[in-house]
């Protein structure tokens, strides 16, 4: 039965994979912090260890992969889980520096680490990491500076590793807009409901796993066209 990782799982993107997956009777690890809402958001899947905890504490890392490797084996890591910073978003010459901090350790450090504890699973498995990037790492966005250079270098980190590992498939995914509590987060205040459900997304991360196109950063966008030409031609492909 193949494994997953997915990272933030208990709500939003990250539980709309979850189930997905569990639909198709893989094994999953999953984890967020508060551990009610990960408890609540599993239920009744069937072959699931939730793990709460916060992706940015080594020790809640360990125990992941600790998980992991009882399964013993991981055919995909979904870096999912993320920061957006404060809410609002501020201006680049007012962000506070420890906040920033947070920002790439969650987006950045915590998944770089995930990576390089299961880089073996992944490989026995002939595996894929999938980092769950953002427009805004591409787009300069006001007030999107610190998520968005996080997730640029997401991406940028997610391009390496794939020149660098032959054995594994690094996609750095694009989601686009939506309507989760971080879209909300971003836009305080605002009607969000004519932003797509998470769900909606989750044929194009399947896609992925199905298809294993080339290393590369892929758009759902994209992914969700039709043509096979899209799967063939990611933004930027490394290997
Ligand atoms: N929503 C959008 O429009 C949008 C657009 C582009 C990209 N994205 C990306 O899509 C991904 C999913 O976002 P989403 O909108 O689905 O977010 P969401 O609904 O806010 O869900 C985030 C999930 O991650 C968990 N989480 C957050 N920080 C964590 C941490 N430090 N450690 C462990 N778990 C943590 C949350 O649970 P806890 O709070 O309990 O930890 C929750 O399960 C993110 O990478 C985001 O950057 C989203």
Known sequence: ???????????????????????????????????????DAMQGLPDVVAIAGDVTSSGHRADLAAAVRRLGR???????????????????????????RRVYEANVLAPLALIQLLADQLEAAGGAV??????????????WGGYGSSKAALDQLTAVLAAE?????CYAFDPGDMRTDMHQQAFPGEDISDRPEPESVVPALLRLIDERPPSGRYRAADLAIESADAVKSPEKVQS
């Open 1 to 39: 039965m193949p494994v997953a990782l997915i990272t933030g799982a208990s709500r939003g993107l990250g539980r709309a994979a979850a189930r997905a997956l569990a639909r198709r009777s893989w094994s999953l690890v999953v984890d967020a912090r508060r551990e009610d809402d990960l408890a």
């Open 74 to 100: 991981l055919d995909v890591l979904i870096n999912n889980a993320s920061s957006l910073g404060p809410s609002p978003l501020p201006p680049l010459r007012r962000y506070e520096l420890g906040e920033l």
């Open 130 to 143: 999938i980092n769950v990037s953002s427009d805004a790492a591409v787009e300069a966005y006001p007030g």
């Open 165 to 169: 590992e032959s054995g594994l498939r």
